[in-house]
């Protein structure tokens, strides 16, 4: 046997030694056997079994001579057992995985890998050898580890466009977490949707996330101009089971803890999330009546801005009463944010910190009965 022409493999010693070793009959189109095994010792360094099988079995069906379905089958099982599988490979594979979930059975790691079951051994076994894995019950579970870096990089740079109504008080960050509070009423729908067409003015296409039923953003979105295709969206009920797109601007409206008591452990899975997938999440929650926060300690604790919109008696606006501030802009900062309410297209203005927009809303005043 020769593997003359064949350039899929570097070293052609090894393929000529794997095929001398294959348990077939003399029947087997020789060059077909050797150009699939050819491809399998390439294409196993990268992909899974059952991955190279089935580009295998396109190899086959294009060959001048291509095994029959039996002959095919035969050739699958010999010749796994002659190449050997990448085991740090398989090992990163494993870990990736298990830093998404964190915990895994042998069966879901086999599922995810699709790998057989001694390979996938031989991985965890290296894995548990380094330290990145320990066995509890049935599951693997993820040792975390430290992971040091001596790039600084970007880090702490300042996000490229202004968060609304609160951009001229505080320096906002990549993977920073804003808090907005309001009661029941006082139009949080209201208060995200203005949040959202101020972005898309900005040339940002938000994630908006609601927790209630009947989607009434949209009917608010039409009010103020907003079109299809200006900012995503989606109606989740479980918090644990929001998703943060990477590098994205996100708006919750609104989080409900299932235990106040445990929001500082709800608020840490978002700050872990936001670590990783960076952008900006503004998270709206429910205020007590008396307009305090539930478990003010726990909500204020991770993120970096958090501030209560507290609507006027009048309803032609409002004020975001701020209590924390990371990183202020001057030291006049925690002064409420006083804004005007639009009843003809159901625009939010800040009025205080926006100077040219004051002439605007002096026009509409005594006009809106």
């Not at 002659?82 to 594979?93: C, G, P, S, T």
């Not at 601007?249 to 709800?266: G, M, Q, S």
Request: glycine content about 6%; charged content about 30%; hydrophobic content about 40%.
């Amino acid at each position: 046997m020769t593997s003359e022409g064949l350039d899929v493999l570097e070293s052609k010693d090894e393929l000529d030694a794997l095929l001398k070793d294959l348990d077939l009959t003399p029947d087997f189109p020789v060059k077909t056997v050797a150009t699939l095994m050819a491809a399998a010792i390439d294409h196993r360094k990268h992909f899974s079994h059952r991955e190279t099988i089935h580009i295998l079995r396109w190899l086959n069906a294009n060959s001048e001579e291509p095994l029959n379905n039996n002959e095919f089958w035969n050739f699958t099982q010999e010749y796994n057992k002659q190449i050997k599988v990448e085991i740090d490979l398989l090992a990163r594979k494993v870990l990736e995985y298990l830093k998404i979930v964190e915990s895994a059975s042998i069966f879901d790691i086999k599922d995810y890998c699709k790998e057989d079951r001694k390979p996938i051994i031989e991985a965890i076994e290296k894995l548990e050898a380094e330290g990145w894995l320990v066995k509890h019950r049935r599951e693997y579970k993820l040792i975390k580890k430290m992971e040091w870096s001596d790039v600084i990089g970007d880090l702490g740079a300042i996000i490229p466009y202004n968060v609304p109504y609160f951009h001229p008080r505080a320096y906002f960050c990549n993977s920073d977490i804003i808090l907005v509070g309001a009661t029941t009423g006082s139009g949080k729908t209201h208060v995200a949707m203005n949040m959202i067409l101020n972005l898309v003015r900005q040339g940002i296409k938000p994630y908006y996330v609601s927790t209630e039923s009947g989607s009434r953003h949209a009917r608010v979105a039409r009010d103020l101009g907003l079109n299809d295709g200006d900012y995503f969206w989606a109606d989740i009920i479980s918090a644990t089971d929001i998703p943060i797109e990477p590098n994205a601007v996100t708006i919750i409206d609104w989080l409900l803890p299932t235990d106040y008591a445990e929001t500082d452990k709800l608020f840490q899975h978002f700050a872990n999330k936001m670590a990783k997938s960076g952008g900006l999440l503004i998270i709206f929650m429910q205020l007590r009546k008396d307009g305090g926060w539930f478990a003010e300690n726990l909500c204020t604790m991770f993120p970096s801005f958090a501030a209560r919109y507290k609507l006027n008696e009048d309803r032609n606006g409002g004020a975001f009463q701020i209590d924390k501030i990371r990183e202020s802009k001057e030291k006049d900062s925690y002064g409420d944010i006083h804004c005007h309410y639009n009843w003809r297209d159901k625009t939010l203005i800040a009025i205080d910190d926006e100077p040219e927009v004051v002439e605007v809303v002096e026009e509409f005043k005594g006009r809106v009965t």
